[in-house]
T-cell receptor
Framework: GAVVSQHPSRVICKSGTSVKIECRSL??????MFWYRQFPKQSLMLMAT?????????EQGVEKDKFLINHASLTLSTLTVTSAHPEDSSFYIC??????????????FGSGTRLTVV | AQSVAQPEDQVNVAEGNPLTVKCTYS??????LFWYVQYPNRGLQFLLK??????LVKGSYGFEAEFNKSQTSFHLKKPSALVSDSALYFC????????????FGTGTRLLVSP
């Protein structure tokens, strides 16, 4: 089945530094990828939708200059948290929409990244 | 705008008993409905989806869900719960057409006691 590999699974960084999270589709082409943020004991909040080769579409209230998303190929999307602060500490999850006709309605999720900013 | 409601924050059930996790939705047009499960510090695992066809959908790990259009519900069920089913369950909906985003419910924590 379709697999999305997300790295790193955990990262601790100092306040003010930047952190990059990668999301790779391993055996399929991901035309569209979604980035979510999940706070403790809460649901997933969609941050942005990225389409290969174009700019990401950010949800209302999400700072595009702080959360940089790049989807340069059909198999890789990255989320960079710039100038991280403790309030950015969260669980970030990527999801890929599967491009083939057979799996048109499918979404596959990465295993998540626990970001802690100290 | 589409939305999903999971009215129960937590569901407790004894091992071997049937379980139900409730989900109702609101969406324009025909919905695509999904159930996902999340274990601690992990991403979401797909359980099942309803796109069209038979209202009873069977998914992974013995779970099933019934699409009820008149009640706009898509409750998740399992005939006999296992302790290992204890996790966080999310219902999600998306409208038809294109690569559109999923809208998630708030999640229901399922606790299965031995």
């Amino acid at each position: 089945g379709a697999v999305v590999s997300q790295h790193p699974s955990r990262v601790i960084c100092k306040s003010g530094t930047s952190v990059k999270i990668e999301c790779r589709s391993l055996d399929f082409q991901a035309t569209t990828m979604f980035w979510y943020r999940q706070f403790p004991k809460q649901s997933l909040m969609l941050m942005a939708t990225s389409n290969e080769g174009s700019k990401a579409t950010y949800e209302q209230g999400v700072e595009k200059d702080k959360f940089l998303i790049n989807h340069a190929s059909l198999t890789l999307s990255t989320l960079t948290v710039t100038s991280a602060h403790p309030e950015d500490s969260s669980f970030y999850i990527c999801s890929a929409s599967i491009a083939s006709d057979r799996e048109y309605y499918g979404y596959t999720f990465g295993s998540g990244t626990r970001l802690t900013v100290v | 705008a589409q939305s999903v409601a999971q009215p129960e924050d937590q569901v407790n059930v004894a091992e071997g008993n049937p379980l139900t996790v409730k989900c109702t939705y609101s969406v324009s047009g025909n919905p695509y409905l999904f159930w996902y499960v999340q274990y601690p510090n992990r991403g979401l695992q797909f359980l099942l989806k309803y796109i069209t066809g038979d209202n009873l959908v069977k998914g992974s790990y013995g779970f099933e869900a019934e699409f009820n259009k008149s009640q706009t519900s898509f409750h998740l069920k399992k005939p006999s719960a296992l302790v290992s089913d204890s996790a966080l369950y999310f219902c999600a909906v998306r409208p038809t057409g294109g690569f559109q985003k999923l809208v998630f419910g708030t999640g229901t924590r399922l606790l299965v006691s031995p």
